[in-house]
């Protein structure tokens, strides 16, 4: 019914899940199991050789890395993606950094270029480097930073490619929403594929740390692909959106529609081809791609194909997240200040504002050194976004009804007594 | 040497604009003309009949609707596209308007299908509307704001097709970046296609009204559309970026790149192909989309090809704006309230801030009636981007170089004695 785990480690980096698979009475049309999945994890990554190809003594603070991880994988259409997601993808992330040990803990800029011959590192032999040329003026500047997050990236590409070639041996169904958390060098790094949420709540003020990827968040993107690629939509899907679906009678008529460039909407005469389904329909919760799933990004789901019918969905997909990085050390922060993760189960009952004034009223009544209150805090908001049995149904204090999906959140505490010392 | 326009109307509405055509000595390697161009008109717009189809009698109230404009076209490679979209781009928006007269004055929601059928409106007919469906469950609301963004958007396409057909007829060479400012009904909506900037300063406060396209702004987009469709790379470019050029001596060594997807970086072992020149290089204002221009959207170009080959750029740039949208009459406006256009001959030298300090200081030296304040004002930004002669060449008071580039800017009052009576 429920999970909780804590890291060991600094009290910086406690960390809470709370998952909730809600009963079966309020679970209408999901699952009978919790297709939620978490992880979290402390990983040590040992550097794969030294860069520059040379042999060397490694010294002591150059022997390996340590990050910190946390993993919600919210899964549809099966639990098997999210499983071996949740298993899996920050081994991805520890292979991507074996190759920047030695690189992210030297102060110096990246090398752009990695020799292959021992003792001739690339970007430090400046006879590798292009002199001025008309149109490239100089090399860029690349961070240490964006280093993590394109190995971070390209993890999620890894684990998507294995999710793929293992559907058939391992019977791995579904797909999943990916959000991750990875703490390396005092940077949080905040990896969102799907319709999860993470914000920052700190000392009262919310920092979104992530956006959901939706066929209404990314509906220029899908209806691009579809412009560009037309055999995607396989003569049953047009890529123009109508504010609600054409009949054949409005033949000659003219609709409102928006195409790939539009944010606005205009007139059109409708044809033939505009009776065709929309490739993106509906609205909010019941906004979907192909008629069949209502998010664009995330692991899996290399089976999923239209209803009654063999067009595969996954070309619309994208398994890569966005990251956002946020600067731990760039402010002192007190035990009330905390990272939240949750799945849509939450956000769709929940708001920002909501969520931040439940970490102030439960966290208030604890002391700030007592480790149970960040436990009392994702129960509270798992039980606050499910509510209570009453009128037919589970309901929230302002008689809404709770959410009827699976809820699993986690409370990731980024200051604490003694967490700076 | 400057132009300043005023539009006769309310206190509100008079407008400035100044434009500055640099002196040769600061105009290296640009053109001996000033290539920005400006257009600023009250548009009447008369409906081009009833929507419904049914004649009747129009109201007093209905029978057209006027619109403010202010239109800046910065224009490269040429002056043609810059003058003929100053000239013709506000009529193409009065098209785009004509179909939406009556609606837009009608406070009910639009209809989202017009009948051909004189009497038979669509949407107000409820045989013609869809009952809830599986997949699409309801109709989506489209708001009047989202009919006039959606007008802008097709008049910039219509505009960019008209100089296609024209370009050999009547010489028209060249593109340029359009901004444009419409006022319509109590709204102000600003048009970006290019790299000028629209800023409002509201009590001291900056509030960005556009965003810049250029290749580093729109890469992922550019790399997408070569990694889509790699015919228009002409085997010549990789659509991966490196942070600088590759040198065929480093092939099979391993190299920082980027694709589409990521915005961090990550190594990869040098191939043939990467040899190519990349679709996107170069940092700043020395960025170029295939080593030639550095704007990625705007009107024009369509006979633009890489320098010494025959491969088109335009297929990589779009001449679709981003609107965005502020409501007028949510604000009580005071006369140092003003919305600055300006070209990236104001930007590339001026902040944000220094602007809205320019106009705390400019402003505030002159009565708050006296309509020469905004002349003043304009003339400070253009002269201040522009610098004075010292030291061999153009400077700024901080010693930086002033811009080289044509500078235009419009200042364009929100409120003032009596704008609100």
């Known amino acids: 019914m429920s999970k909780v785990g804590v890291i060991p480690g600094p009290s910086l980096l406690s960390s809470l899940m709370w998952s909730l698979w809600p009963g079966r009475v309020i679970n209408a049309g999901k699952s009978r199991h919790n297709e939620d999945q978490a992880c979290c994890e402390v990983v040590y990554v040992e550097g794969r050789r030294s860069v520059s190809g040379a042999p060397r003594e490694p010294s002591p603070s150059q022997q390996g890395l340590c990050f910190y991880y946390w993993g919600l994988f919210d899964g549809h259409a099966g639990g098997g993606a999210a499983e071996m997601a949740s298993r899996l993808l920050h081994r991805h992330i520890r292979e991507q950094l074996k190759d920047l040990v030695e690189i992210l803990q030297d102060p110096s800029p990246p090398p752009l270029c990695l020799s292959s011959t021992p003792g001739t590192p690339g970007s430090s032999d400046p006879s590798h480097l292009v002199g001025p040329q008309s149109c490239w003026p100089s090399q860029k500047e690349v961070t240490h930073e964006s280093l993590v997050v394109g190995a971070i990236e390209n993890a999620f590409q890894l684990m998507d490619e294995q999710l793929a070639q ?9 797909g999943c929403c990916a959000l991750v958390v990875v703490y390396l060098l005092g940077k949080v790094y905040v990896a969102n594929a799907g319709d999860s949420r ?6 009262g003020e919310i920092i979104p740390m992530s956006r959901e990827f939706t066929p209404e968040t990314e509906r220029q ?9 037309p055999e995607l939509l396989g003569g049953e899907f047009t890529h123009l959106e109508f504010p609600r679906r054409v009949q054949s009678k409005e033949l000659g008529q003219r609709m409102l529609y928006r195409d790939q460039n539009m944010t606005g909407w205009a007139y059109k005469k409708i044809e033939l081809e505009d009776l065709r389904f ?5 609205e909010g919760k019941k906004a979907r791609v192909m008629a069949t799933i209502g998010v664009t990004r995330g692991l899996g789901d290399h089976n999923l194909k239209v209803c ?9 997909l994208s398994c890569f997240p966005e990251v956002r990085v946020y600067d731990l050390t760039q402010y002192e922060h007190c035990p009330d200040d905390v990272l939240v993760l949750g799945t849509d189960g939450l956000w769709d009952v929940t708001s920002d504002c909501e969520v931040a004034a439940t970490v102030d009223r439960v966290l208030s009544t604890y002391e700030p050194n007592d480790p ?7 129960q509270a908001l798992v039980l606050g976004a499910r509510g209570t049995p009453r009128d037919r149904g589970w309901r929230l204090p302002n008689n809404k009804l709770g959410s009827g999906d699976d809820i699993s959140v986690f409370i990731i505490p980024l200051g604490g007594p003694g967490s700076y010392s």
């Open 166 to 174: 293992e559907r058939h041996g391992h019977h791995v169904e579904g």
């Open 198 to 203: 993470a914000i920052i709540v700190r000392n």
């Open 221 to 229: 993107r899908l209806q691009l692909l579809g412009f560009l690629k």
């Open 278 to 282: 929309p490739l993106v329909c509906g």
């Open 308 to 316: 009654s019918s063999s067009l595969p969905i996954k070309p619309f």
């Open 372 to 378: 149970s209150r960040y436990t009392a805090l994702a």
